[in-house]
């Protein structure tokens, strides 16, 4: 990636509904070499989808736990399992394989306290292997962001 890919994901990052138009406009370019970069960006899997970005507590999902799990055993065919039964829950944004204490940590959005619990009950302890979870709540977002860092310029 050069120089003119890292402004184009960029300003993609801040507003993946652009046209083609005002992304050439911004990055300086004419809009034939502009679309020909996104497309190879995409192609290459730097750009790997387009999303709407949407507000977490106005769908009913106020709740953001944070949850640590740690293996029995963590051995490779523990890991394996204990990754592919989570992929069904729509519960859990984000799981993160960790070092030091704790195996993995789970970013899970709930509608409540109940219906986490409820989560937790049905469905994660029901997942052979855990040998313990814990779990700390967010009291509120105190930052997010939707793009990357800029890196340097290689070139």
């Known amino acids: 990636m050069d120089r003119i890919d890292r402004r184009i994901v ?3 990052q801040a507003d993946g509904r652009l046209t083609n138009q005002a992304l050439a ?3 300086s370019l004419s809009p034939s070499p502009c679309l020909r970069r996104v497309r190879l960006l995409e192609e290459a899997g730097v750009i790997r989808g387009y999303t709407a970005i949407v507000d977490q507590e106005k769908v009913g999902l106020p709740v953001n ?7 029995e055993r963590p051995s490779p065919e523990a890991m394996r399992n204990f ?15 960790m070092t030091g204490t704790r195996d993995y940590l789970l970013h899970v959005v ?3 306290l109940k ?20 779990t700390s709540f967010a009291f509120g977002r105190v930052k ?5 860092p800029a890196v340097a310029d290689a070139d």
Do not use: H, K, M
């Open 83 to 97: 990754e592919v039964r989570i992929q069904p829950f729509d519960e859990i944004q984000e799981c993160y394989l």
């Open 144 to 148: 997010w962001i939707n793009r990357y």
């Open 10 to 12: 960029r300003e993609l």
């Open 115 to 134: 219906s986490y619990e409820q989560f937790v009950r049905e469905q994660l302890t029901q997942i052979p292997g855990i040998g313990a979870i814990e």
């Open 25 to 27: 406009e911004r990055v």
């Open 65 to 71: 736990a944070f949850v640590s799990v740690r293996l």
């Open 110 to 112: 709930s509608q409540s």
